[in-house]
């Protein structure tokens, strides 16, 4: 039977045509956690989901200046294709965009027909498996911040924040937002289905955070991919630019992306809460913030994954830059908000807003999982405000340190798979080399006139 003759597929596309949907747009990841997308017409779904859609594997290496990175399997094999069909329970029409619809994409290797060693969403399928294989099903809750930014002709970059009102974090409304962004984009992100439930501009002028629903991992991350590229069409649509980057400008702080995470037992229990246990958390959850910290330094290269995130962190930031938890401490890197019972959890602050939510999520899982495994207790929490090195250890300080770990840590690379953590360093190795040949505005200020 040919997929036009496929049950499943028909009464998906006739939900699709009886909400004036004619194109559908299959979306997936790349590396960087971009959307890859290609429109499809309505009618020519059923040959979209019987042979997939053929896109160049090197789509994986490619940098956000177009560079091909010579990750083997890509350039040195003739560039092959990766076949990605669409998943059409996930299609949704786009609120912004009347008769489009968008689904999520399953990746594949056309010679063998397994997944693609890059793809990030069966990375973290892979990490759930082994979760599953413990009795545990990991439950995530995504916070993300961004940058609006408006067009500024004859700046070094031609953008500034949009407004640049200093002073009012935690507020909303056009105090913070004359313009009314936030709350248009409230109201799309809703209509989209991604789970989004509050917002309010945050610290830095022109900086909003938006929150999601807590939901099992592999459906956050995915709700997660779905909002960034949402985010940043509507913001197209205003003539604006939406920025995820961790830290764009140096007056001001950087973008985090905050992960919330528990596991629920056999039963569907939350497998943290113990209210006899120190804490009142149970030693699952405490060898959970163990393996957080232990593995850090090698998760850095997932959480945080540019040259540009590493300018985040540093003493008094809010943003991590060492290696600790504490109880309800936003100084710590791994932070246990006060609740209990249900909804006992562990938030790692360590991910910056420009991470691949799938890696971000699959990582964090997978130093979780390993702490479960070593079944070790973590040392004593943070108390008071953090930034002292005297007591705990340093994050790596730049993307090669943090890409080094991550080879290092064979015990992390082992949960993650070795093909992918290969292409992985390859690719972003390159992104770091690159900009060590990259003369900078700094450093023709610094040094042009008296050198």
């Given at each position: 039977?040919?997929?036009?003759?496929?049950?499943?597929?028909?009464?998906?596309?006739?939900?699709?045509?009886?909400?004036?949907?004619?194109?559908?747009?299959?979306?997936?990841?790349?590396?960087?956690?971009?959307?890859?997308?290609?429109?499809?017409?309505?009618?020519?779904?059923?040959?979209?989901?019987?042979?997939?859609?053929?896109?160049?594997?090197?789509?994986?290496?490619?940098?956000?200046?177009?560079?091909?990175?010579?990750?083997?399997?890509?350039?040195?094999?003739?560039?092959?294709?990766?076949?990605?069909?669409?998943?059409?329970?996930?299609?949704?029409?786009?609120?912004?965009?009347?008769?489009?619809?968008?689904?999520?994409?399953?990746?594949?290797?056309?010679?063998?027909?397994?997944?693609?060693?890059?793809?990030?969403?069966?990375?973290?399928?892979?990490?759930?498996?082994?979760?599953?294989?413990?009795?545990?099903?990991?439950?995530?809750g995504p916070e993300l911040e961004y940058f609006l930014l408006e067009p500024a002709p004859g700046t070094p970059t031609g953008?500034?924040?949009?407004?640049?009102?200093?002073?009012?974090?935690?507020?909303?409304?056009?105090?913070?937002?004359?313009?009314?962004?936030?709350?248009?984009?409230?109201?799309?992100?809703?209509?989209?289905?991604?789970?989004?439930?509050?917002?309010?501009?945050?610290?830095?002028?022109?900086?909003?955070?938006?929150?999601?629903?807590?939901?099992?991992?592999?459906?956050?991350?995915?709700?997660?991919?779905?909002?960034?590229?949402?985010?940043?069409?509507?913001?197209?649509?205003?003539?604006?630019?939406?920025?995820?980057?961790?830290?764009?400008?140096?007056?001001?702080?950087?973008?985090?992306?905050?992960?919330?995470?528990?596991?629920?037992?056999?039963?569907?229990?939350?497998?943290?809460?113990?209210?006899?246990?120190?804490?009142?958390?149970?030693?699952?959850?405490?060898?959970?913030?163990?393996?957080?910290?232990?593995?850090?330094?090698?998760?850095?290269?997932?959480?945080?994954?540019?040259?540009?995130?590493?300018?985040?962190?540093?003493?008094?930031?809010?943003?991590?830059?060492?290696?600790?938890?504490?109880?309800?401490?936003?100084?710590?890197?791994?932070?246990?908000?006060?609740?209990?019972?249900?909804?006992?959890?562990?938030?790692?602050?360590?991910?910056?807003?420009?991470?691949?939510?799938?890696?971000?999520?699959?990582?964090?899982?997978?130093?979780?999982?390993?702490?479960?495994?070593?079944?070790?207790?973590?040392?004593?929490?943070?108390?008071?405000?953090?930034?002292?090195t005297a007591r705990s250890a340093l994050l790596p300080t730049s993307l090669p340190e943090a890409l080094d770990a991550l080879?290092?840590?064979?015990?992390?690379?082992?949960?993650?798979?070795?093909?992918?953590?290969?292409?992985?360093?390859?690719?972003?190795?390159?992104?770091?080399?690159?900009?060590?040949?990259?003369?900078?505005?700094?450093?023709?200020?610094?040094?042009?006139?008296?050198?």
């Amino acid at each position: 039977m040919s997929a036009s003759d496929s049950p499943d597929i028909r009464r998906h596309m006739e939900r699709l045509a009886a909400e004036g949907v004619d194109v559908v747009r299959v979306q997936y990841p790349d590396l960087m956690g971009t959307d890859r997308a290609r429109d499809v017409l309505l009618d020519h779904l059923p040959s979209a989901y019987e042979h997939g859609l053929a896109f160049c594997r090197a789509v994986y290496h490619t940098s956000p200046q177009g560079d091909v990175v010579p990750v083997p399997g890509g350039l040195d094999a003739g560039l092959p294709d990766v076949c990605v069909r669409p998943d059409l329970s996930t299609a949704v029409p786009l609120p912004w965009e009347p008769g489009v619809a968008a689904c999520l994409g399953e990746v594949s290797d056309p010679a063998t027909g397994e997944p693609a060693a890059e793809s990030p969403r069966d990375l973290l399928r892979t990490v759930l498996a082994h979760c599953a294989e413990q009795g545990l099903r990991p439950v995530v809750g995504p916070e993300l911040e961004y940058f609006l930014l408006e067009p500024a002709p004859g700046t070094p970059t031609g953008w500034r924040r949009a407004p640049e009102t200093t002073g009012a974090v935690y507020t909303a409304g056009l105090r913070a937002d004359p313009a009314n962004h936030l709350l248009r984009t409230l109201r799309q992100l809703r209509d989209l289905g991604v789970g989004v439930t509050n917002g309010n501009h945050e610290f830095d002028g022109g900086q909003i955070e938006i929150n999601l629903t807590h939901s099992d991992a592999l459906d956050a991350a995915d709700r997660a991919f779905r909002f960034k590229a949402a985010v940043k069409e509507l913001a197209r649509q205003e003539g604006r630019l939406a920025t995820f980057m961790a830290k764009p400008f140096g007056d001001a702080g950087g973008s985090g992306f905050h992960l919330h995470l528990s596991c629920d037992d056999a039963a569907g229990r939350n497998a943290f809460d113990d209210p006899a246990g120190a804490h009142g958390l149970s030693t699952t959850a405490r060898h959970a913030v163990a393996g957080i910290l232990a593995h850090a330094p090698a998760l850095a290269a997932l959480a945080n994954p540019t040259v540009n995130s590493y300018k985040r962190f540093g003493p008094d930031t809010l943003a991590p830059w060492l290696i600790d938890w504490g109880l309800d401490n936003r100084s710590a890197m791994v932070r246990i908000p006060p609740e209990r019972g249900s909804g006992a959890r562990l938030e790692l602050r360590l991910g910056d807003a420009g991470a691949n939510p799938y890696l971000l999520v699959a990582g964090t899982i997978a130093a979780a999982l390993l702490g479960i495994r070593a079944g070790e207790e973590p040392a004593a929490p943070l108390e008071g405000y953090g930034y002292d090195t005297a007591r705990s250890a340093l994050l790596p300080t730049s993307l090669p340190e943090a890409l080094d770990a991550l080879e290092a840590d064979t015990a992390f690379t082992d949960v993650l798979g070795k093909d992918f953590t290969s292409s992985f360093l390859t690719y972003k190795r390159n992104e770091a080399e690159r900009f060590g040949r990259h003369v900078t505005d700094w450093e023709f200020t610094e040094y042009a006139y008296h050198l």
